[in-house]
């Protein structure tokens, strides 16, 4: 085994392994039994386990975003009004994470670590012009980007059904290019002399590119190529990306950073596309579970946080590296293509993705591992947030939050070391973009209650489905959510599955409980100022915004090259691990 030099001895090396919309019930240490995950499982084995581990929003950029700055995403604006788009929308809008958020990134570079990000970002891109790069995570403290700016959508991974209309909307792709290239010979001719033409041929010819562009921007095909992309630092590697290597990839670009800084200190963020739809799986790995393509998504996912701890252990830095693993929120219930499900299962908690109040939507896994600074095969009960990463990862670094603003997080270090019982967190705010959902209370006591009063729950379609399958996400306002006065109130200590909402009659503290609570959230709303929301009108396109790797329109690129054998060649040890279990 290689051993590391280490310059840094009081500083560890940080490690943050993200899956995008995993569901916690999607993994063998969280009660799985036929989805194949044993490298996960044995991270859990050897580090702390957080059993009510908990995002602050149920869908991807609010929660990376209070992930990365501590902070709900109400304080920074990353979220929207009414029912819009609660995401950053694509590559060709303005919003993103505001400059003025510090980032846990930014803390520690400070503290003198390398900075790097390898995955997805969705945070934003450009403002002004293509290639300002405004929302580059350069600009939030990070030393090294590879990776996707956006998300993956369907068009980066097409279903075989559509083979037909993505053939028809290529040709009409080329048809536009010809088209515009005889206007272009045609115009120069006619201004040179070469040719006579009339202008109102030209004209006419122009008109019907604008007809033919309009009809392929609004086709199923053309966000592949502006929205699935894969960048290194600034330059565009590849678009449109070729999805179902990406993730392989972005492993090896994780391991080359891992050689590259095994002196340290570092932190690396790794952000999968892993299990987010269109599920982009490659061969080795399609086929061989029991829960389709999603399942043959989540063990390959596996497989390679396997990859990322078996390069940690190569290059010596076992022992001298903090290494977390979450998913960004819970699985999304209503992903299905015909009969099959493509998105991830909850357990036995209710809802999933897009719900911002019921569990299934924000609880999610929390793994932590630090040999010889945090006990390993405990389990932690308590409640803890996305958000305490940042305070966290300052306290082990030597460096301190922000002072300059309110830090939703709280430092775990005490909670996995032992040295409290309960967690910092006595509420917690459980919001749906702009409009709180619901508030959790966790009394500081040993009564072991987890109170959670629920004031806007979403209108389930079809009633009783558990999700919101006729809208694809379910809403945060409006006729498509429920407003409930009192609260529905749960104790999820005995009612994990928010089955049976709590009374007068059934609850001797009904009354103590919700006026409590209702303290609690007017003090809360008090500390929230007025920002610009991200994902209101910034987050309408422009499609000048539009990053290219070539001369707009003609935006195709591959600098990646062929995938190279060595990474699919640990595909039998896997088989290996597996049949160990």
């Known amino acids: 085994m290689c051993q590391a030099h280490r310059v840094h001895d009081d500083k560890p090396n940080i490690v943050l392994i993200m899956a995008d919309d995993l569901g916690i019930g999607d993994l063998g240490c969280y009660?799985?039994?036929?989805?194949?995950?044993?490298?996960?499982?044995?991270?859990?084995?050897?580090?702390?386990?957080?059993?009510?581990?908990?995002?602050?929003a149920s869908l991807c950029s609010p929660s990376r975003s209070a992930f990365l700055t501590g902070r709900y995403p109400i304080r920074s604006g990353m979220v929207s009004s009414g029912n819009n788009t609660r995401v950053v929308k694509n590559l060709a809008v303005p919003a993103g994470l505001p400059l003025n958020e510090t980032t846990f990134a930014a803390l520690l570079k400070k503290q003198g670590y390398s900075t790097g990000l390898i995955g997805k970002w969705h945070q934003g891109l450009n403002c002004d012009s293509?290639?300002?790069?405004?929302?580059?995570p350069y600009n939030y403290g990070f030393d090294y980007y590879y990776g996707m700016p956006?998300?993956?959508?369907?068009?980066?991974?097409?279903?075989?059904?559509?083979?037909?209309?993505?053939?028809?909307?290529?040709?009409?792709?080329?048809?536009?290019?010809?088209?515009?290239?005889?206007?272009?010979?045609?115009?120069?001719?006619?201004?040179?002399?070469?040719?006579?033409?009339?202008?109102?041929?030209?004209?006419?010819?122009?008109?019907?590119?604008?007809?033919?562009?309009?009809?392929?921007?609004?086709?199923?095909?053309?966000?592949?190529?502006?929205?699935?992309?894969?960048?290194?630092?600034?330059?565009?590697?590849?678009?449109?990306?070729?999805?179902?290597?990406?993730?392989?990839i972005m492993v090896k670009e994780a391991i080359s950073f891992l050689e590259r800084y095994r002196k340290g200190p570092f932190l690396l963020f790794f952000s999968f596309l892993h299990v987010h739809v269109p599920l982009p799986t490659t061969d080795d790995f399609i086929g061989t579970s029991k829960h389709g393509l999603y399942g043959d998504n989540v063990e390959e996912m596996d497989f390679m946080v396997g990859k990322i701890l078996d390069?940690?252990?190569?290059?010596?830095?076992?022992?001298?590296?903090?290494?977390?693993?979450?998913?960004?929120?819970?699985?999304?219930?209503?992903?299905?293509?015909?009969?099959?499900?493509?998105?991830?299962?909850?357990?036995?908690?209710?809802?999933?993705?897009?719900?911002?109040?019921?569990?299934?939507?924000?609880?999610?896994?929390?793994?932590?591992?630090?040999?010889?600074?945090?006990?390993?095969g405990q389990f932690i009960k308590e409640a803890t947030s996305l958000m305490d990463i940042l305070p966290t990862l300052a306290s082990v670094s030597g460096g301190s939050p922000p002072q300059d603003?309110?830090?939703?997080?709280?430092?775990?270090?005490?909670?996995?070391?032992?040295?409290?019982?309960?967690?910092e967190h006595e509420f917690l705010f459980h919001y749906c973009s702009s409009y709180l959902h619901a508030v959790r209370w966790i009394p500081k006591d040993d009564s072991g209650a987890v109170w959670k009063a629920h004031y806007v729950t979403p209108i389930f379609q079809p009633p009783s489905s558990g999700g919101c399958y006729v809208t694809s996400l379910c809403q945060c306002f409006g006729e498509q959510v429920t407003y409930h006065n009192p609260p529905l109130l749960f104790d999820l200590s005995r009612d994990p599955s928010e089955s049976t909402p709590l009374t007068p009659d059934t609850e001797p503290l009904y009354d103590v409980v919700i006026k409590k609570v209702a303290t609690a959230l007017k003090e809360h709303q008090e500390t929230i100022m007025p920002v610009t929301y991200q994902l209101a009108e910034l987050n309408q396109a422009r499609k000048w915004l539009t990053p290219c790797c070539g001369v707009f329109p003609f935006c195709l690129c591959d600098k990646e090259g062929e995938l190279s054998a060595p990474m699919l060649r640990r595909r039998h040890n896997y088989n290996q691990v597996t049949k160990g279990q």
């Not at 989805?35 to 702390?48: F, K, N, S």
């Not at 309009?214 to 699935?228: E, G």
């Not at 911002?356 to 006990?375: A, H, L, T, Y």
């Open 31 to 56: 009660g799985n039994n036929t989805i194949r995950t044993p490298h996960i499982d044995r991270l859990a084995r050897e580090g702390a386990q957080l059993t009510q581990h908990l995002s602050a």
């Open 130 to 136: 293509r290639s300002d790069h405004c929302h580059h």
């Open 150 to 248: 956006y998300t993956l959508i369907d068009s980066c991974w097409p279903a075989p059904s559509r083979s037909m209309e993505i053939a028809f909307e290529s040709r009409l792709w080329l048809c536009i290019q010809l088209v515009a290239i005889a206007v272009l010979t045609l115009t120069f001719g006619k201004l040179s002399g070469w040719v006579s033409v009339p202008w109102l041929l030209i004209f006419s010819m122009i008109l019907f590119i604008f007809l033919l562009g309009y009809a392929w921007l609004s086709s199923y095909t053309s966000r592949l190529y502006w929205d699935c992309l894969l960048m290194r630092e600034h330059e565009i590697t590849e678009q449109p990306m070729k999805a179902e290597r990406a993730g392989s």
């Open 311 to 376: 390069a940690i252990d190569e290059f010596g830095l076992r022992n001298d590296t903090l290494v977390y693993f979450t998913s960004d929120h819970g699985g999304h219930l209503e992903a299905r293509r015909g009969h099959a499900q493509l998105g991830g299962w909850n357990g036995i908690y209710k809802g999933g993705k897009g719900m911002g109040g019921w569990e299934g939507g924000i609880r999610v896994p929390g793994i932590v591992r630090w040999p010889g600074k945090i006990p390993a």
């Open 405 to 423: 603003r309110i830090i939703d997080g709280r430092d775990l270090m005490p909670l996995l070391q032992g040295n409290i019982r309960h967690s």
